[in-house]
């Protein structure tokens, strides 16, 4: 069902009433007359759902229809589209975003963890509807990269899309730098602001940044979905001590989602990086993101601003809704469901930047000896090794801290040098291991 053109209200129904949902609807409640102005068709909420009815969000809903079942706001004959921002990727989220696409009803949702999870299904279900699927708040928050990749990109090749997606992370990296503490000590001040949920796993893992990662993944290169299927590391084991030497050597460490079109199909990686102190992705402190999109012929294409929050992320629900109420209808994926090209995980590869390894050396004669001898059977080259000996780190079970920083090598000749390290008893810790971009 194509929505006509006319000047009739496009009645709007909102299932989540949580920070974004409750945000979104005061926006449509008190700015009703400036989005109609801005879109060919007036824009006003009809209809609501949330758990309870009672709780006071910060906004009139005395004029608005309740349904205690999402579902069922799908269905609702006065209601001409769906925004979903319940989140989850199964559950109450899947169930209206089917419920609405069945029915004909375009979808507008912030909810990554569904898209990556059922993004080709959902969007199969759109083209069989013949309906509009939306999601530019389902990354980066506020910042439009969605739309970038899907209006401003095509025609161009995309070689790589990488940026910092999660601003939790940003926000205990930025302050264990600045501040020299350590992340157990942010990561509680943070679900103390309430820049970290109670159970801060799905952020602090890298997950959610997967998630977004993979929706930026198809949209750049014209493949499938695959957000299983990817290397996924988390900042939990970064300490203040790699914070400083980042800083000695010049670079400083954020959490990046990286995709790459190699010879031999996509990389997909999470992980902590270090990155050059003039590095634009680098600038990106607190609870910011940014997105890098590097074409053939604009070259690098940087996006950066807030990555969560309410008015950010209902900001770019708005932007989605003022393209429908524009008559604007552009395909989930930016290409058609059937013409997506299976995902294609590429071979590990040499790392263009070397990496920077830290190791907790047991001290006794020959350890340095037989580490460097491992890193050289498997063809890694050194660039430095630093021994930071700790004065009162002494007697005969102590250890000292190294730190190698390796030449370009494969990822692979890295991790089988490591563990061979540890088999051979020469540390008493679990490598810290972080790529280094040039």
């Given at each position: 069902m194509t929505l006509p053109s006319s000047d009739s209200p496009l009645r709007v129904g909102v299932a989540g009433l949580g920070t974004v949902g409750a945000a979104?609807?005061?926006?449509?409640?008190?700015?009703?007359?400036?989005?109609?102005a801005e879109g060919a068709r007036p824009l006003r909420l009809t209809a609501v759902?949330?758990?309870?009815?009672?709780?006071?969000?910060?906004?009139d809903a005395s004029g608005l229809t309740f349904h205690a079942n999402a579902a069922d706001l799908a269905r609702d004959p006065n209601v001409d589209l769906v925004v979903e921002l319940i989140g989850g990727e199964d559950g109450a989220a899947k169930s209206v975003v089917e419920a609405a696409l069945e029915t004909g009803k375009p979808v507008i949702t912030a909810n990554k963890a569904l898209l990556a999870a059922h993004g080709l299904q959902l969007a199969a279900l759109a083209e069989k509807s013949s309906v509009p699927l939306l999601f530019e708040a389902a990354v980066a928050g506020g910042i439009p990269a969605i739309r970038a990749l899907r209006d401003a990109?095509?025609?161009?090749?995309?070689?790589?899309?990488?940026?910092?997606?999660?601003g939790t992370c940003n926000y205990i990296l930025t302050r264990m730098e600045n501040e020299g503490i350590a992340f157990d000590d942010v990561l509680a001040d943070a679900q103390r602001l309430g820049y970290a949920e109670a159970d801060p796993t799905f952020d602090v893992d890298g997950f959610d940044t997967a998630h977004k990662l993979a929706i930026l993944t198809s949209l750049a290169f014209g493949t499938e979905i695959e957000a299983s299927d990817m290397y996924v590391e988390g900042i939990r084991a970064i300490t203040?001590?790699?914070?400083?030497?980042?800083?000695?050597?010049?670079?400083?460490?954020?959490?990046?989602?990286?995709?790459?079109?190699?010879?031999?199909?996509?990389?997909?990686?999470?992980?902590?990086?270090?990155?050059?102190?003039?590095?634009?992705?680098?600038?990106?402190?607190g609870v910011l993101n940014a997105v890098a999109i590097d074409t053939d012929l604009l070259g690098e294409i940087v996006?950066?601003?807030?990555?969560?929050?309410?008015?950010?992320?209902?900001?770019?629900?708005?932007a989605?809704?003022?393209?429908?109420?524009?008559?604007?209808?552009?395909?989930?994926?930016?290409?058609?469901?059937?013409?997506?090209?299976?995902?294609?995980?590429?071979?590990?590869?040499?790392?263009?930047?070397?990496?920077?390894v830290r190791l907790s050396v047991v001290d006794k004669p020959g350890a340095f000896a037989a580490i460097a001898q491992r890193m050289a059977e498997h063809g890694i080259s050194l660039q430095s090794i630093v021994q930071r000996r700790k004065p009162t780190d002494t007697g005969p079970h102590s250890h000292q801290p190294v730190i190698i920083i390796t030449h370009e090598t494969m990822e692979l000749s890295v991790r089988e040098a490591m563990d061979a390290i540890v088999a051979d008893g020469h540390v008493n810790a679990a490598p810290q291991i972080i790529r280094i971009e040039r």
């Open positions: 979104l609807a005061r926006l449509l409640l008190t700015r009703a007359q400036e989005l109609s759902s949330a758990r309870d009815a009672s709780k006071d969000r910060g906004f990109v095509p025609g161009q090749k995309v070689t790589r899309v990488s940026g910092i997606l999660n203040p001590d790699d914070m400083a030497a980042a800083a000695e050597l010049g670079y400083r460490i954020k959490l990046l989602g990286v995709a790459q079109l190699t010879d031999t199909g996509i990389e997909q990686r999470v992980h902590p990086t270090m990155l050059p102190l003039d590095s634009t992705l680098a600038q990106i402190n996006l950066s601003g807030p990555g969560a929050g309410g008015d950010a992320t209902a900001a770019s629900v708005l989605d809704l003022q393209d429908l109420a524009r008559g604007l209808e552009p395909k989930p994926l930016r290409l058609p469901r059937g013409t997506l090209r299976p995902y294609q995980k590429a071979r590990m590869r040499a790392h263009e930047g070397g990496y920077y």
